[in-house]
């Protein structure tokens, strides 16, 4: 990815989402990469499998969400995914990966129904 795609990447997403949510997702970002140095190797595997996880049922991922997956915690990624699925079945859904980053945020979790 050059320079020219992370600068257009932040400012989409700056634009949608505000500044202010970037300055978040940025702090997060830092604070992941430090977290993530200093862990032991057997943590980053399983960081990255949850990045495989959210791909393999058809996310599109680029350098901010992913960022945002790796600094969450996998059991909170996992329920957001879940949120979506859920939303799905009614077709509500019309931005599968602006739902996954709301429910990450807001650390929803899906409904349970019998």
Do not use: C
């Not at 909170?76 to 995914?81: D, T």
């Amino acid at each position: 990815m050059t320079l020219i795609n992370y600068i257009q990447t932040a400012k989409d997403f700056a634009d949608s989402y505000g500044v202010d949510r970037l300055d978040r997702l940025m702090t997060l970002a830092q604070a992941s990469e430090n977290s993530l140095i200093t862990q032991p190797s057997g943590m980053n595997g399983n960081r990255g499998d949850i990045l495989q996880e959210v791909e393999a049922v058809g996310f599109q991922l680029n350098a901010w969400l992913k960022n945002l997956i790796l600094s969450t915690p996998i059991e909170v990624v996992r329920n957001a995914m879940a949120v979506v699925e859920e939303n799905e079945r009614w077709r509500i859904v019309k931005n599968r990966e602006g739902l996954l980053v709301e429910a990450i945020r807001n650390q929803w979790k899906p409904n349970i129904s019998a």
